[in-house]
Structures are given as C-alpha cells and as structure tokens.
C-alpha cells in the first residue's frame, strides 16, 4: 500500500531532527522542506511560520534543518587526501595596525589598572602627550589621571538615552540658521561652490553627482613648487572640447558642419591640427565624416544623409567632440595655498581617471562627491568624506556641532557597506515597522502594501509606540520594573 504524500513530508522532516507534532502541525498548513528553506529569504513566511510555531519553536525548526543541510553538504564535499608528502607550513605576519603604548601611556595605563578603573586609549594617549615633557612626579601623574576618570564618568551618556534624537537636533537645529545660496569659491575667480544648507541636505541625501562637484587635487612634492609642471599638469586634466579651440557654423547649402580652428588656442592647450583631425574622425557619430579643409585650418564634417536632423545631431557631436583631458572635468584653476605650494581645483570630478596622473599626490586629492570616493576608495573612505563634508559645510556658517553627532549619522548611512540616504529612499523606507514607515511619507500607500503582505509591526521603536499610545522604548520606559507587595502579617 502506497504511504500517503502527507505521511512522507512529515517523516522527512522528522528525519531532519524535527519533532513529530510540530513536523504534523507544519505539514498540515502546507510547510515542505523546501518552503522552510525559503524562509530565510522570504519575510512573509518567516511571519507566518512565526505564528504558527511561536519564536523559540521556529528557531529550534530553523536550527534543525541547517544542521542537517550543513552535514549534508560537508559530506558530498569530502575528498581523500592528496598524498603527495606533507606542504611545509606558512607563517603569516599580521601587520601591526595599533602602535605599542608608548613610556608615558605605560606609566598611566598601570596606574589606572592600581586604581581598577580605565580609560579609554585614546584620552590616555593624550594626556601622555600633555605631560611627556614635563617633569612630573607619580603623585601629580595620578592626581590628573583620577580627575581624568572622575570627568569621563560624568560625561558618560546616561543608560537607555536616544542619542538618535539628540544628534537629529544638534544638526537640526543649527541647521536652521544655514544659508540657502550658492556662493563663489574663496580666491578663485568664478568657481561656485554650494554651501549651506543645499549642501548638507546634497550630503545626506547620498546624491550621485553634488550640484558643484569639485576637485582638490595635491601634487608630489617634486611638482607643487614648480608653476610651470604645474599648469601643464591642469592643462592635461582639464578637458578640452571642440567649441572651446574653433569656431563651428553650419554649411546648410552643402549639407556640411564647418569647424574654424583658433591656432592660438590650439597652441595654448598643445594640440595641433592634424591631432584635432584624428580626434574628431575617431569620434563617436563622426568617424570617416571629417576631412581637412583648403585652407590647412578648418575641419568640415560631411552629413552622409540629406536629412536636417542628422545635419543637426552632427552640429552637436562636433561640438562636443572630447579633444584632451579627462572626461567630466570642465575646468581647473591653480591656486597658491598657505604652505606655498600649488593645488589644482576643477569644476566637475572625476576621482579614478585622476588618480591614474602621474605627479599626483594620491593621498591627499580629493573630491567633495562621497558616492564617487566610495566607488573609487571603499565605504571607510566614503563614512570620513560624509564626516569632513557635513563638518566643513557647518563650520563654514559659523556653526559649532560636536563631531560624534555626525559621526552617528554617517555610520548610519554607511553601516551595512553601501552609502544610504536618509529619506524614504534609504534608511526611513527600509525600516521594518510598517507604523514607522507610514508616519515618514507616503502613510496610504504604505498601510495598503503591509495589509496585502500581511506584515506584523512589533512596536519597538518610538514612532509605532506613540501611534498606539504605547511608552516608547527609551530611557524610563526602556526599562521593566517589578514591584513585590510586602507580605501580610
């Protein structure tokens, strides 16, 4: 006789580890082992399974079948060893990333461990630092090191506090004071930057490209003193187009487009006519079009069809055919610094072709884009460009923020390795309360999306417990207190 299918799924999962009722209780409401696998993946049947079975059930499901899933798999894998004599063994040396501490750190680290408190490194290293050339004695060391501990202590923040909240209206608040304009770049002449608001708001909204995207590019130090090398170096990076070495007019008669090339112009940007030439006959929607004119100066750009609108779209190719330069970079301008040393700045970024200059100093050129300092150098590099950005725009209004505050909202966007804008967009939208989702933006169509799914809001946040009514989860109320009645008699 033939075992019924329902019989089987409930045996299988019984041989996964799976008790024999609850094995019964997720065949009945349709639970195979290949859903129960999905629900790692799929939010809507982790819910569900998680109220049929209830949280530590599930888990104890869960943990069952990826025991039995990972001995499987270990077992199909195994190989016999190869024997072909014993590899000799490699000893790997990790690079030091933290320095030993030094005499004076020592000194005060053994003095805290007397004492049983701590410090953190960073605040002993400075007061190391304070006393290293001092003649200090030991009583005069601990004296400042326990008032150093006793200061830590009261400005440690107090259990269950919402540093989200207080970091919000830190930067929120000064924020209101911010200007709304865009202004000219300090020493250098018509160069915009955004500044102000706009630019805070660019910089936590992650744009892909600023308003004002802006490079600051260093040379090595045997360029930056050197004005020559280094006009040639801003000459080679900014990009040159056609329009900006020639004159262009439409032949409309012959159906042809008439480049006038300014000699002068060529010979201050290096080129010469016979490189503009192969330059454009190489361009994109121009290649085998060009040919050099009679008088050894110009370029004309033949329309191969009798149509206007070609003729029109090759008046445009023409005009923007990418002579030199890189790509993005409209303009750069040399400015002398303080430390008497040259620096280019450019309108328009473009951070890996730059990088790629010889002469470049690759540690301190960068760009005020963050998403392009995270595609070029990595997430580490994008959360310090949030932090300097966010910090120099404040700075420059005249406004004092701490910097963990901003250090809060950076780690926030850049926490699970990509750069998130906080909005809908980003960290809001992705929250997992369906109420806290709702009470940011767009409220029908987010209530009308969980309904469908069947989504669960557990109230742990603030917004989804002031909805219902409910104490919100932090400080008083993040904590549970149990009264005991004395006892009668």
Do not use: C, W
């Given at each position: 006789m033939r075992m019924p299918v329902a019989q089987k799924s409930v045996e299988a999962l019984v041989e996964k580890g799976i008790d024999e009722k609850t094995a019964a209780e997720l065949v009945e409401r349709g639970f195979t082992i290949s859903k129960l696998r999905k629900v790692t993946t799929d939010r809507n049947l982790r819910l569900e399974l998680e109220k049929l079975l209830g949280e530590k059930r599930m888990q104890k499901v869960m943990q069952a079948l990826s025991s039995s899933g990972a001995t499987r798999k270990g077992t199909k894998k195994l190989k016999k060893p190869e024997k072909k004599g014993d590899k000799e063994p490699v000893t790997l040396t990790l690079p030091k990333k933290i320095s030993e501490p030094t005499e004076q750190e020592q000194r005060i680290l053994k003095m805290l461990s007397a004492e049983n408190k701590s410090l953190p490194m960073s605040v002993v290293s400075e007061i190391a630092k304070r006393i290293e050339h001092r003649k200090l004695s030991d009583r005069i060391v601990k004296a400042i090191v326990l008032e150093a501990c006793a200061r830590f202590e009261k400005h440690k923040i107090d259990p269950n506090e919402s540093?989200?909240?207080i970091a919000a209206q830190s930067i929120g608040e000064p924020g209101t004071q911010m200007t709304m304009r865009t202004f000219h770049y300090a020493g250098v002449a018509e160069m915009n930057v955004t500044l102000g608001l706009p630019r805070l708001i660019e910089i936590v909204d992650a744009?892909?490209?600023?308003?004002?995207?802006?490079?600051?590019?260093?040379?090595?130090?045997?360029?930056k003193d050197n004005l020559d090398l280094v006009r040639k170096i801003a000459t080679?990076?900014?990009?040159?187009?056609?329009?900006?070495?020639?004159?262009?007019?439409?032949?409309i008669a012959n159906m042809r487009v008439i480049a006038h090339l300014d000699t002068k112009?060529?010979?201050?940007?290096?080129?010469?006519?016979?490189?503009?030439?192969?330059?454009?006959?190489a361009s994109r929607g121009l290649k085998g079009l060009a040919e050099m004119g009679e008088d050894g100066s110009s370029i004309v750009v033949k329309c191969d069809e009798s149509s206007f609108r070609k003729l029109q779209k090759i008046f445009e190719d023409v005009k923007a055919a990418s002579l030199k330069g890189i790509p993005g970079i409209s303009?750069?301008?040399?400015?002398?610094?303080?430390?008497?040393?040259?620096?280019?700045?450019?309108?328009?970024?473009?951070l890996a072709e730059v990088l790629k200059i010889d002469k470049v100093d690759k540690r301190r050129t960068t760009t005020n884009s963050v998403l392009e300092i995270y595609e070029v150098l990595g997430i580490e590099a994008a959360r310090n460009a949030i932090i300097r950005e966010a910090s120099k725009t404040l700075e420059e209004q005249g406004l004092t923020v701490d910097i963990r505050h901003?250090?809060?909202v950076a780690d926030l966007m850049t926490n699970d390795g990509d750069v998130k804008a906080i909005g809908r967009h980003g960290i809001s939208g992705r929250?997992?309360?369906v109420l806290a989702r709702a009470a940011f933006e767009i409220t029908s169509t987010h209530l009308l999306h969980a309904a469908i799914l069947g989504e669960v809001d557990r109230l742990e946040g603030v917004a989804e417990n002031i909805i219902v009514g409910q104490p919100v989860?932090?400080?008083?109320g993040a904590v549970k207190l149990v009264w005991s009645p004395p006892k009668a008699g």
């Open positions: 540093a989200g909240i744009r892909r490209v600023p308003s004002t995207p802006i490079m600051e590019i260093h040379l090595d130090s045997s360029v080679d990076i900014e990009e040159t187009k056609l329009i900006d070495v020639a004159d262009i007019e439409t032949d112009k060529l010979e201050k940007k290096e080129l010469t006519v016979e490189q503009v030439f192969k330059k454009l006959n303009r750069a301008v040399i400015k002398r610094t303080d430390g008497k040393e040259y620096v280019i700045y450019t309108e328009g970024s473009n901003i250090m809060l929250k997992s309360s989860t932090l400080g008083t």
